[in-house]
Structure formats: C-alpha cells, structure tokens
C-alpha cells in the first residue's frame, strides 16, 4: 500500500469517528496549559492532572511563579516524575515570562524554546492547542503509531524527521488534529509493548499488522477475534 493512501484512510478514518479530538491535560488559559505541559515529559496526563489544580491555585501568574523559589514549587508537584529539575524549570519559566515576555506566553515556537523546560515538542504542543497553528508535536506515541502505521520512513530516526514527514503529508489545516489524534491511539490502542491489534480500527491500512499478521485479510472490520 502505498503511503498517501495510508495518510487518506487515516484521516478519513479519525475525520468521521473523532473530529475534535483535544488535549487531556485539565487548563483554563495558556499560561496554565504549558505548565501542564511542562509537568507532562515522562509523566501521564492523569497524574499531571492531580498536581496542577493546587499548583495553580498557588502560582495563578506568571508574577507569582516569577517570585517563587524552586523549593517552593517543589512542594506542589513531588509526586511528577523528575520534580526537581521541573521545579527549577517552572521558577526560570515565570521568571523570563515576567521579563522578556510581558507575562504572555509566546505564540510562536522559536520564542517558545527560549523558556527554561521547552524544547520543540512542547512548544509544539503550546502553537497547536492554543493557536490551532499547524504544528506536529512528536512524542513517543506518536513516533510509535507513525511508524507502526507506515505514515513515515524507516529511515526517519529522529522526532525532527518524522515531525518534518508527517507535517509534508498531511494537510496543512488537519495538522493540529492529527497531532492528538496519534497520541490518543498510542496511548490507548497501539501501545509500545503489546500493541492492541485485536481493539484497533486501523489493521487495514498498518503496516505493522501486514508484516506481522500477514494471513488475515485487510478488513476494516475485522477484530482479530483471539488473538
């Protein structure tokens, strides 16, 4: 099967089943969302969920976070995965928010970066959310699922790369969609050790599935049964 035609019946797939696929980090405002998303990096959603509403409540500018020591974040997100460095992150963040930005999160991914914590990923993650900017974070779900389903190269070895393939593929207004759209299914379906083949909607057009269950026909409908 060629490529562009497992780009179509992805996006018709998800177009007609998830049209408004969002984010499942809990925000009210920018400045709340790429803190969650900050708090995100190896760590699930759901836990970063159950720090930030005191986090928030505590830090509910960027002024006030801007005046916090490390320590004091600390206290609030223990329980994330590598709370040290992300405390420290959190303080430099509101701290150049307050400085060079006016207190305003950034709109575009070359000042994004400049924010202590954010590399391309999460900024990212800030352009498409917020500003629906055609932006394709690439995370480990979606670097999984966009090779599993052969939407990118076995050659594309980097985030960078696949970000840049599968960004040239899709279209240009669809791009902030398929974002999440990929991270759902890894999360849920194709996840990294044992992918859910016999849940998934997608086997008729997945390149892993042909390779590795190559006796069952390409039914979109077909469940696999006991396998």
Known sequence: MRKKERYKLLID????????????LAYTNPYELI???VLSAQCTDKRVNMVTPALFEAFPTPEALAAAAPEEIFEYIRSISYPNNKAKHLAGLGRMLVEQFDSE???????LVKLPGVGRKTANVIVSVIWNQPAMAVDTHV??????LGLVDKKAKTPLEVERELVSNLPEELIAK??????????YICIARRPKCEECPLTHFCAFFQKNFPNIPDDPENKLGGI
């Open 105 to 111: 999160v950034p709109s575009t991914v070359e000042e």
């Open 143 to 148: 670097f999984r699922v966009s090779k599993r």
């Open 35 to 37: 803190l969650a998303v």
């Open 178 to 187: 398929a974002h999440h759209w990929l991270i759902l299914h890894g999360r």
């Open 13 to 24: 797939y998800f177009t007609n089943n998830f049209p408004e696929p969002e984010t499942e």
